[in-house]
């Protein structure tokens, strides 16, 4: 991953993170919960009730589960199923950190332990890896479509 570079392949592995474990990295947890979606107090802007709602499976005809808040707020995107890199930028950007798309693939990376461009980002599993000298792959693998270890 070299130059910023983010293949395509790492794109959609890291768009498949569950959304509400993105969430819950940030601090914010559902307020309620039904059968398609969890529901939060948006973290975008100062509301009472829950309106933002995170999708726990992609819609029908999406690729990814996406967010949105039924709050009128502004960062909504017109698709709603962009998935947790879309998500990851937006929750980066109020806590007032990077939020380029390469650093919420990073901050992703790092936080679920996923490997892109040929690299894990995450310090435990690098400082596992060096001082035991076993490649992490052959370690452990997550499947991220199947949302289970190996």
Known sequence: MSNNH??????????????????????????????????YVCPFHHES????????????????AGTFCHGGCPKNSPSSNHGAVFLEMHLLEIEGKPYSQWD???????DFNVEIGGQNYNSYWRRQNRDENIPLKDEIEFKVADRAFT
């Open 6 to 39: 983010i293949s395509p392949e790492d794109i959609h592995k890291l768009n498949c993170l569950p959304l509400d474990e993105v969430m819950a990295n940030h601090g914010h947890m559902p307020v309620r919960q039904t059968r398609t979606a969890k529901w």
């Open 104 to 110: 919420a693939c990073r901050k992703l990376a790092e």
């Open 49 to 64: 009730d829950a309106s933002f709602r995170g999708d726990l499976e992609p819609g029908a005809h999406a690729t990814y």
